[in-house]
């Protein structure tokens, strides 16, 4: 592989990221993570400089535990009035629980690593379709509950907000499935286009969404009409915090020729070759590269699951539509090739860390998309 800066300067600061990459085992608090031989806590660190100015650390993952809360390895501490959004409504810090998926930008200090916002998106929620062992279909979106996530008392009808991590064939892993109210419907996924120019997530038709979203990783809440998802509100899901030039990631990736596919993220690059086979869960060190490229500097496995979950169909099924779909006509927002600018999503705003829908201050907008109002069984905070 080419592109990649020398590793002399990088050398110099090792230690942060050997920090990182080596911190407290993922998965359950004292539990330690299974090898499976792909490689440990593999690489050497050899990110950017922490003391750039860039905005600390980027990490998202899945609450483990708390204490602080445990992300990635990390014990990252917060304070009792840090800000928590969940779907894009502010709440307390005791509303976050183990299973959760985060996105955050941690700083380093003497302490260890600190945080003052934290980011929390379901990717599904809506009524529960069908149930079939331990899977479940959800606008149109296909669930598979991970270890640990009881199938007792899901019930085909019942409404539920969903927390996890899709697989490269964009089926959603599950960390935590909870109950929540019925008026609140929201999908977070890759918006894919047939030839025909009809959108989708997963299996769910579309409707009142531009054709430019698709290829794009969004999040649209809206409600189910006519068997189409009719989408009331848009706006894009960037898969790393706002300005930060490394990262700890959680995610499914896998092999795609010389790059490696992250289920939620850009084709990377990798540093050296991570050395594994098909579909794999790690949590992954990125680092921004001298091209505005993301490339994979630090790799720690914890489950193989070989062709389970590929995404070669789907990824060559993307490049399909690419290349054959019709030029997309009087949506405003202009087709996804070339350079063009992205679709201007109306409640977004330009700069800053960003959440997805940011209502402020009054809440749901005009037309009403309530808080999420979680119960909460299991994994409460210590404050």
Not at 36 to 53: A, E, K, M, Q, R
Not at 154 to 175: E, K, Y
């Amino acid at each position: 592989m080419t592109g990649f800066l020398r590793l002399d300067r990088r050398r110099l600061i090792a230690s942060l990221f050997a920090c990182l990459a080596n911190g407290a085992a993922p998965g359950r608090a004292g539990e330690k993570p299974k090898d499976n031989g792909l490689g440990g806590t593999g690489y050497i660190s050899v990110l950017p400089d922490p003391d750039n100015g860039l905005g600390g650390t980027g990490v998202v993952g899945t609450i483990r535990g708390f204490g602080s809360i445990l992300v990635n390895g990390l014990k990252i501490s917060y304070a009792p009035t840090a800000e928590v959004t969940i779907d894009g409504q502010p709440v307390d810090v005791s509303r976050m629980r183990v299973g959760h998926v985060v996105s955050l930008v941690a700083q380093r200090n003497e302490a260890g690593f600190t945080t003052t916002r934290i980011r929390i998106l379901h990717e599904v929620v809506g009524s529960i379709e069908s149930i079939s062992g331990r899977s479940l279909r959800i606008l149109g979106q296909k669930v598979e509950l991970g270890r640990g996530v009881a199938a007792g008392g899901l019930a085909v009808g019942q409404h539920v907000a969903v927390s996890g991590l899709r697989l490269p064939d964009q089926t959603i892993v599950a960390s935590l499935v909870e109950p929540v109210d019925a008026a609140v419907a929201q999908i977070v996924g890759t918006v894919t286009r047939d030839a025909d120019g009809r959108l989708a997530i997963g299996a769910q038709p579309l409707a009142g969404a531009a054709r430019s979203l698709a290829g794009q990783r969004v999040a649209l809440r809206g409600a189910v009409a006519a068997g189409a998802f009719e989408v009331s509100h848009v706006a894009p899901d960037e898969w790393l915090p706002r300005g930060v030039r490394q990262a700890l990631v959680e995610t499914y990736v896998e092999r795609d020729g010389d790059m490696v596919a992250a289920a939620a993220g850009p084709m990377l690059t990798a540093r050296r070759d991570p050395s594994f086979y098909g579909v794999i869960r790690a949590v992954i060190g990125v680092a921004m590269d001298r091209n505005g490229g993301w490339s994979i500097e630090t790799f720690r496995a914890s489950e193989s699951l070989g062709e389970k979950g590929s995404g070669k169909d789907f990824r060559q099924r993307m490049k399909s539509v690419e290349e054959t779909a019709p030029a997309p006509a009087g949506d405003g927002g202009g087709s996804r090739s070339g350079a063009e600018a992205p679709p201007n999503f109306g409640n977004v705003p330009s700069g800053g860390f960003g959440d997805p829908f940011p209502f402020g201050a009054g809440g749901a907008p005009p037309g009403g998309f309530p808080g999420p109002g979680m119960p909460g069984p299991g994994g409460r905070p210590r404050r």
